[in-house]
């Protein structure tokens, strides 16, 4: 399994943007897909992510602000990030989250980075 992701970039605070992460590979037993991010400093955390079943959750910090969706028949998954802020900055990881054996597994990509300064 293969997690391609881009989109990231530089922009100023208020400003937008959109990631895309396209999955190839061996794709069974898919429970979820969303992203993670990390800042310097921090640990890895849920941005926001999408289940099979079509729910979402998102951080409180992004709740309104960004939007998680997913194409099952491309096997893809987005984040559209508006008003962003100085604090959203980091590296945003595409996860793919399957099932093997009744046991969770996580799949990660290779990570795009967010700016948004002024």
């Known amino acids: 399994v293969q997690l391609q992701a881009s989109g990231g970039g530089s922009v100023q605070p208020g400003g937008s943007l959109r990631l895309s992460c396209a999955a190839s590979?061996?794709?069974?037993?898919?429970?979820?897909m969303g992203w993670y991010r990390q800042a310097p400093g921090n640990q890895r955390e849920l941005v926001a992510g999408v289940s099979s079943d079509g729910s979402t959750e998102y951080t409180d910090s992004v709740k309104g602000r960004f939007t998680v969706s997913r194409d099952n028949a491309k096997n893809m998954v987005y984040l559209q990030m508006d008003s962003l802020k100085p604090e959203d900055a980091g590296v945003y990881f595409c996860n793919l989250r399957v099932a093997i054996f009744g046991q969770p597994y996580n799949y990660w990509g290779r990570g795009t980075l967010v700016t948004v300064s002024s």
């Open positions: 590979g061996r794709l069974i037993s898919i429970k979820s």
